[in-house]
DNA sequence: GATGATTTGTACGTATGTATA
DNA sequence: ATATACATACGTACAAATCAT
């Protein structure tokens, strides 16, 4: 679970790779919060290297546009605001609905059929109200989607930003009755597709990423906060 | 003409910076050819820095897929195949498309009219063929769309993508006819917009870029290759 | 296939700029 | 406001792997 990166992917003997992947798990995982200071030297002694190497996968890490660099001021998780979260999630939305109408009419029989089995066990899952199982099912039935375009690049793009947005989408589906809502746009989109839809299914898919979207915002506007802000008083 | 990282871009006196932004220009200006070898020492003297800050720009480079890093046996200049640059122009073709629609309907008439300032002296500058002129107001029109979408991470998507084709989209505007076909359909596009007309100023847009594919393509399977191939005998 | 040359990957030292007392 | 402490940025050194012969 690390990424979108073309190739390189193979061989992970790299100091640095593992580095860049572990602070990315760890990122998308929330383990570090939003403004949090990454200290090199600290993370060189976590991961039991020198500092060259934590410098690299967090310059790596910045242009993924993870963690913010200040020069000389040192690496910083990504603060990030709730009208950015909500940017993301509409670019999200839009960039899901095309692949929705994209994969609609070119995905082969059997990559349908796949989806359509995922969709059934993310429905079992919902139903037995396995959360994390139907997180990992639903990250597989949108991924199907994304693989259904025959556009390796646009998959690409769809993954990395979905990954960017990972650590806030947990959160948001843990709301109440949000799981059963969330299976049901997935009915509707199925069906779209079934039906050869491609456009309804791009609505479809756009309503229930938006949907979500606005659950989020709900859930942080009841009075928590998303970055621990470190700015001075005024 | 550098890029679309969120923050800091401010203050450029990074010598790792200066070298990525320097790289930058060079690959998309096509200076190295894809499949080049890229040496740290040599990019080190050519920058007259060591080759720490010349490692870490490769890294980012390869992040933002402009370079391809093997581990221990160097960076290349991304090498990329014509199936994949197809790729690229169906996605930025689709999202730009995205922006068209999204802009129709929340650009400010500020940025309605300057968008018709630019279209209006690209008409000038197609019209004396001057095809660096017009590529540069190209520019500052798609991206006039990019930012009326009020959406500053689809815009910084939509301009990553864009600098990535860089070095493919102007050998394409210089094919003969091109630069008049590309003017007739900014028309196109300018109108629906003025018409209030989403969903058409999409339609055209799509249409734009998958045009320009077309020429693009065209052109590369007259004979010439896209990467300088350096792979073994079979 | 083995050996030498070249280049990468990592560690470490030092200077400069930033934060803090 | 000045000085001290500290983290970063860059350079250099060396080990290990790749390549060329």
Request: charged residues 25%; aromatic residues 6%.
């Amino acid at each position: 679970m690390t990424g979108a990166q073309p190739a390189n992917d193979a061989s992970v003997d790299l100091l640095s790779d593992r580095i860049r992947n572990a602070l990315t798990d760890a990122l998308a995982n929330g383990e570090f919060k939003p403004g949090a200071a990454l200290d090199e030297q600290a993370l060189a002694d976590r991961y039991g290297a020198s500092r060259t190497p934590v410098r690299e996968a967090l310059r790596q890490l910045a242009v993924a546009g993870l963690v913010e660099l200040r020069p000389r001021r040192g690496a910083v998780v990504a603060r990030i605001t709730i009208d950015r979260i909500m940017e993301m999630f509409e670019c999200t939305a839009e960039i899901e609905a095309l692949c929705a109408r994209l994969a609609t009419h070119r995905m082969t029989p059997i990559e349908r059929s796949n989806l359509l089995r995922i969709h059934g066990q993310a429905n079992e899952a919902a139903r037995s109200a396995d959360v994390d199982r139907y997180d990992a099912l639903n990250r597989q039935f949108h991924e199907a989607l994304y693989y259904g375009t025959h556009n390796q690049f646009l998959a690409e793009q769809a993954m990395t930003i979905r990954e960017r947005l990972g650590a806030y989408r947990r959160t948001q589906l843990r709301q109440v009755g949000r799981l059963g809502r969330s299976i049901g746009e997935h009915d509707e989109l199925v069906l779209a597709i079934s039906r050869g839809d491609g456009e309804d299914a791009a609505k479809w898919m756009r309503a229930h990423l938006l949907n979500a979207s606005s659950a989020l915002i709900e859930f942080f506007e009841d009075g928590r906060q998303i970055a621990a802000s470190d700015s001075p008083a005024p």
